[in-house]
């Protein structure tokens, strides 16, 4: 049965009279105008299609046999899910109005197999697309221009075998991209290789497709991020040793396109009557693959640098380089800034940003082959001189210096936080001073009578008669003996810390 609807609720409440338990009726007025305020199915908002369940903003269709869109949409709806319905085609006016709030759009598993490259200029600020499971054969020219904020664009299980090179057009934000399980022979890697289309594209799965060859030096040029997330396991490749020493090195660097799906990378021998492993091409006949070797070397812009092609292998028959965007360096002295010398190195003379990249040397040998990647990193400055150097270090030891200094100065030569030392004359201070008074304050009599002593540490102090465990000095005379109350509290040694800072009890 189809979910009550929050007006119906609101008039059984409003044939009911009053709403609550029993014995503890509510005013039904207020309610009624806090509902109307708070629920965004209103008269102003549009009200939930039928064969629908919504909740907030968030339409919900799935499983609604439905064959086409439901109208009219709220315009506030943020997710609509459509899927496992039969709309089978997606015309420019799905979306009579503008959805501004619409972000997520789910149309899975529904037989589509047309879509209007008009088909989103209702929703510019989708974020995920989700078109898997369907029957779409191409994807038309600019079919996805409209999207410029989409992130997320699920395409697989389809039955696409040609892709437009402008497709993707306008797609700045794009992050995934899932066109696994079609019918694709050959991708647009080309859109891929400057990365001025897709920038942010972290995600392509090309999977469980029909490539047969896979054009390794543009992928090699691809960015780092998105090479190391290429999925193409599923393919009728065909084996040779770039494309093994491809998946060799995801293997090396633990990438999961290649870990996770080791069982699944194949390729076709023309010996061989089933496919074979593509990583069990490694010495095998008649390919004899070894896995390639890596380097990385650094650079500033306007450097010159030589790369190195350091073989194993004896007899070499040919070798070339290969750069970052495709271009091969067959013979000695090159064109532009590549050079090819004559012992196989590549030198690179005054370095441009553009020139940063991952660099392959080829090698045939008479019994196997082998490939040697080296990745330069192009740092966008100039280098800095020995002079420049050498400053920054010494700069950076004489601060180090000063701070132990300071430090030192700080623990062994602040000064002595001990008073000064009293004479013997001072009359003793009132009961009702406070402790600070008695420990600073100082008469004329006292400091004209007794000159001025380091203080001593209790350590080295002697235990005297009559002086609470203080030193005496010498030919002290004792005052007088006095009457009163007072006439029985002892005298502090002059040359001892005051007895506020003691941990002798006071006697009095």
Same mark, same amino acid.
């Given at each position: 049965p189809r979910p009550q609807h929050p007006r119906d609720a609101m008039g059984q409440s409003v044939a009911m009279g009053s709403v609550g338990g029993p014995g503890a009726p509510l005013p039904l007025l207020p309610l009624l105008l806090a509902l109307a305020l708070l629920a965004p199915w209103g008269s102003a908002g549009g009200s939930c299609p039928p064969r629908c369940v919504c909740a907030s903003n968030i339409l919900s269709c799935s499983q609604a046999v439905l064959s086409s869109v439901p109208a009219p949409l709220p315009r506030f709806t943020a997710v609509l899910d459509l899927s496992h319905n039969n709309v089978s085609r997606l015309r420019a006016d799905w979306a009579p109005g503008r959805l501004a709030h619409l972000h997520a759009l789910l149309l899975s598993h529904n037989g589509l197999s047309f879509v209007s490259t008009e088909a989103f200029a209702h929703v510019p600020h989708l974020r995920h697309l989700d078109l898997s499971s369907n029957r779409l054969r191409a994807l038309e020219e600019n079919l996805f221009s409209d999207l410029a904020e989409l992130e997320v664009l699920l395409l697989y299980n389809n039955e696409i075998s040609a892709v437009d090179r402008t497709a993707f057009d306008n797609l700045s934000r794009l992050r995934k991209l899932y066109l696994g399980q079609n019918r694709i022979a050959r991708f647009p890697l080309e859109l891929l290789r400057d990365g001025s289309r897709l920038p942010q594209l972290a995600l392509l799965d090309l999977s469980a497709n029909r490539l047969r060859s896979l054009p390794v030096?543009?992928?090699?040029?691809?960015?780092?991020?998105?090479?190391?997330?290429?999925?193409?396991?599923?393919?009728?490749?065909?084996?040779?040793?770039?494309?093994?020493?491809?998946?060799?090195?995801?293997?090396?660097?633990?990438?999961?396109?290649?870990?996770?799906?080791?069982?699944?990378?194949?390729?076709?021998?023309?010996?061989?009557?089933?496919?074979?492993?593509?990583?069990?091409?490694?010495?095998?006949?008649?390919?004899?693959?070894? +896995?390639?070797?890596?380097?990385?070397?650094?650079?500033?812009?306007?450097?010159?640098?030589?790369?190195?092609?350091?073989?194993?292998?004896?007899?070499?028959?040919?070798?070339?380089?290969?750069?970052?965007?495709?271009?091969?360096?067959?013979?000695?002295?090159?064109?532009?800034?590549?050079?090819?010398?004559?012992?196989?190195?590549?030198?690179?003379?005054?370095?441009?940003? +553009?020139?940063?990249?991952?660099?392959?040397?080829?090698?045939?040998?008479?019994?196997?082959?082998?490939?040697?990647?080296?990745?330069?990193?192009?740092?966008?400055?100039?280098?800095?001189?020995?002079?420049?150097?050498?400053?920054?270090?010494?700069?950076?030891?004489?601060?180090?210096?000063?701070?132990?200094?300071?430090?030192?100065?700080?623990?062994?030569?602040?000064?002595?936080?001990?008073?000064?030392?009293?004479?013997?004359?001072?009359?003793?201070?009132?009961?009702?001073?406070?402790?600070?008074?008695?420990?600073?304050?100082?008469?004329?009599?006292?400091?004209?009578?007794?000159?001025?002593?380091?203080?001593?540490?209790?350590?080295?102090?002697?235990?005297?008669?009559?002086?609470?465990?203080?030193?005496?000095?010498?030919?002290?005379?004792?005052?007088?003996?006095?009457?009163?109350?007072?006439?029985?509290?002892?005298?502090?040694?002059?040359?001892?810390?005051?007895s506020v800072f003691s941990d002798t009890p006071i006697v009095v």
């Open positions: 030096g543009e992928l090699q040029a691809l960015p780092a991020w998105l090479r190391d997330r290429l999925y193409l396991h599923g393919n009728p490749l065909a084996c040779d040793c770039p494309l093994f020493q491809l998946v060799a090195r995801g293997r090396r660097r633990r990438l999961s396109a290649v870990v996770d799906f080791q069982e699944e990378l194949r390729c076709l021998l023309p010996t061989a009557p089933a496919p074979v492993g593509i990583l069990a091409l490694a010495g095998r006949q008649p390919l004899n693959c070894s +896995e390639a070797r890596e380097a990385v070397l650094e650079a500033h812009l306007g450097d010159t640098v030589t790369l190195s092609c350091d073989t194993r292998l004896r007899g070499v028959r040919s070798q070339h380089w290969v750069t970052p965007g495709g271009e091969r360096v067959l013979e000695e002295g090159g064109n532009g800034s590549a050079a090819l010398l004559a012992n196989g190195s590549l030198q690179l003379r005054a370095l441009r940003p +553009e020139d940063a990249g991952t660099y392959a040397c080829w090698v045939a040998g008479p019994l196997l082959n082998e490939t040697l990647y080296v990745e330069l990193l192009v740092h966008n400055f100039t280098l800095h001189g020995p002079h420049d150097t050498l400053n920054t270090a010494y700069t950076t030891l004489v601060g180090c210096i000063l701070s132990v200094v300071l430090v030192l100065i700080y623990l062994y030569l602040t000064p002595c936080r001990c008073c000064c030392c009293r004479g013997a004359d001072k009359p003793p201070a009132p009961r009702d001073d406070s402790i600070n008074s008695s420990v600073l304050s100082a008469t004329p009599n006292h400091a004209a009578a007794v000159p001025r002593e380091p203080c001593r540490s209790r350590s080295a102090s002697a235990t005297g008669s009559g002086q609470n465990g203080r030193f005496k000095v010498g030919g002290t005379p004792q005052p007088p003996p006095r009457h009163g109350p007072k006439a029985q509290r002892k005298v502090s040694d002059p040359d001892s810390v005051s």
